[in-house]
């Protein structure tokens, strides 16, 4: 294969040629309720070709015959060459890379049977309809290999093996006409082994969402709150992350000005960065789409804006280095500027001293979802707790916190000294490529004020 | 071609199969902040097959389809030996409905044609202090259906969208305002037109900013802002929410439950519209189903599987990937009836007895919550305030909230602004005593 894809490359026309090819295969079991709704096992094979001529734009072909390769490569020529740009669009450099990767497929699920996956998921099912309340549960495990070539004309060709293991459960409780709910995510890139021993996180879903049914709603208002680390990796990943893919603001002056490296951004108690070498996590891998290596990237260090996540036209464009965001979520797509594992920096001291001096605030906790338009965002907590005289009070829900990116940032009065990783499934979503497999960390973050939705005030 | 995947899963011992062949060329061109940077084709092909063996259901999929049909009847009988019995059938042949899914000049439409229906765009919408992306996108498809009961048939289709963002950034305020067009052929010049417009309108309304208005108000929401309010009834309206019990309109069938003005019909044999399709991905005809009329529920949609396991039967609304197993999904979704020509005038002329209200186009985080209650609260991302019949300004920081079944009881106003928004075609709809916070 090797030897066939170098080949291709060498044979392409067009002054820079890249080529990605992959191979994935998949398994995916979902239970619903008592219920198998599918197991079964997928291949996914294609690639990609992307070519750049001075003076031109990116030409782009993908495909799933792999007989197409030499015409896919013409093709994508023609396409860069039909394209004329005034300013021409520059690459920074990156040295050429040789390298054969094998991270270890801790436990090849390529090995494992489809019946023993599904008794797998079934025990993770029936642990959340043990739960008492429980009238129905969606159960998935999913888990994939890919093996990955990445090949570029100035000398570049990688190829790794990837693994990946996904688990999700959904639990839902009813009594009447309330219906509630309980989530549990685990995304790893790992293998067989890792996808075990994780009956308690499903069975916590489950009693979560019974236990919400009786929970009230909180009443709207602005609150100080207290985000958990889940929360607070999400928050910083949609509100803050996808502002400093250069992406967005290397071509757009006014963005350029709203990101402009050394602003304040946020309290001096902000350090924010996105590494792609953290090892272990899911958004993990050594190198990116465009053979760039991984790296950590500090964002905002003490409260300045002093980083950004670039692919290598993004990075030439400003003057900048690239730092190994370029990313695609399958042959199917081009790479573009994307997030790794973003997180913000660990502070000091004890969740117990984050809360010791609020009156009356709200701990939100764990995320169902989260939207930014850019400075306005949106969040979902899966549930929260009150905070009342500094203890944590009455679980509540229907805890939406929204508001404002820059005025949250500078109201982030108190970092704790708790970090930690979230590895969860599902992934990140951008020009239609979802999901990007991402992590986020951080520790628990103490928000001086922040508008929380749920019985909007009349 | 699916011939042989059928053939080869009877071979290796399945009573029944059906198969879905799909192959896909999409051309994209992109202009990022008004430049034409980038150009790209696509081309997928793949086998979604199912088999019955002993009762029992597997699927699997393939895009490796050069070795031969073994390996993915392998993995399909596999996926069988732990699969359900449900008394899944297939249906034999049907008659196609009569649509017309493909234009010639959309698949023969060249690289140069789809650059200029962009750069048009883009010069149309370009002003001061803002910025554009346009993206142009070609797909051409065919797709071919069989079962081992006889059914069979294939079809060409053909899409082409145009979307288009502008974005203003002035200080920390961004401003985006975003739409598309998408029709099965090339967009005439009316259409571009009545893109550029809907832009040009919103941006234009845009440039005062006024405070939000607080309490139980008169808002209209337009087609694209009524995605929140319409979530809970489509999820309510599949049968795969039914079967689950997640479904409020569950066991209603018949029941007056929303204002008499309000219909929802699926309708897969529209003309133009790229969801559209002779007969579904499981071999069963497309026709209009309705799900509800003048505010009585009629039914639910419904795929082969989802069918057998609720006693019912399939409406035509098998949807299906190469990868994963045929789910129900809707194609076409029809709120309202036709009343004339429509007014692309923001507001869809609903705005004139409002004395203090807001027009909501854009909310943040539509999807997030419990949707299947019908309950919603959701920040702004794009709304006006309306004072005295008129447009005063756009509102930042507000937020709405409401319950869709609620809310759909009592239609204040139906816009006269119907247009297609995505897979839906609706008008503007006022609400009274919708609960706006301000913040």
Redesign the interface.
Known sequence: MRDRLTAAVRRAPAEFTELRLE?SW?T?VTF??R????????????GCVRALNRGC????????????LPQ?AQ?ANE??R??R?D?P?ELAEVPPHEADVDAGLDGDVRGIG??EK?RLLEAYNGAMLSVGGI??TVGSYRDSVTEYWYLNSEGTTLHELRPEVTLSGSA?ARRD?????GLASIGLRRGWRSAQGHEGEFRAAAERAAALLTAPRIR?G?YPVVLDPELAGVFIHEAFGHLSEA?FVF??P??R??MTLGRRFGTPLLNVGDNGAAPGLRGTLPFDDEGTPTQDTPLIRDGVLVGRLHSRETAAAMGERPTGNARAISF?H?PIVRMTNTYIGNGRGSFADLIAGIRLGVYACGA?????????????AAHGRMIRDGQLAELVK?V?L???L?QTLDRIEHIAGDFQWTQMGGGCGKGGQFPLPVTEGAPHVRIEEA?I??D??? | MIERWLDAAQRAGAQQADGWWHRAERTVVSF??G????????????VNLRVLSQGRV?????????DGPD??TA??L??A????RFGLEFPGPCTPAVVSTFSAPAAEAS??HL?GIGREVVERLARD?C?VNVTVEREVTETEFGNTAGAAGTYQATAVAVSADV????????L?VADGIDDTGVPDASALSALVQSIDERLRRAEVVVAPPE??LPVVFTPAGLAAVLLPITQALSGKAVL???SPLAGRVGERVFDAAFSVTDDPTRAGRPASRPFDDEGVASRPTPLVEAGTVRGFIFDLETAARAKATSTGHGHRD????PAPGFTNLVVGRDDGTPDGALGGQLLGPIVDGLLVD?L???????V??G?F???V?LAYRVVRGEIAGRV??A?V?GNSYDLLKRIGGIGRDRRWYGRRLTPSLLFDGV???R?
Request: hydrophobic fraction near 40%.
């Open positions: 191979t998949t995916a619903r309720g219920h198998l709704e599918n197991a079964t096992a997928s291949v996914d094979e294609g734009g990116w030409g782009v072909a993908s495909f799933t015959s792999l007989d197409a896919m093709r396409l860069s039909a394209l740009l300013r669009i489809l019946e599904t009238v129905d839902i006409d309330v219906i509630e709910r709207g602005a992406d071509e757009n006014q963005a000005e709203m199917r081009p169902f979802g989260g939207q930014t338009m850019l400075e306005n965002f949106s969040f979902t229907d939406v929204a508001g404002n820059f508008l939705g749920g909007v005030p009349q | 990022e902040w430049r034409l940077k980038a150009a790209s084709v696509g081309e997928e092909a793949g597997g699927v699997a999929g393939s895009t490796v389809l050069h390996d993915l993995r399909a596999a996926s030996a732990l699969g359900e690289l140069d650059v202090g910025q974005w203003r950034i002035a200080g920390d305020d961004v985006t309490g139980g689950q019990g997640v190469i990868f994963g197993k854009d943040i985080g539509v999807g997030q919550g419990n299947a209650g309950a609260s959701h920040p991302a930042k920081d937020a909230a609960s706006v916070a913040r």
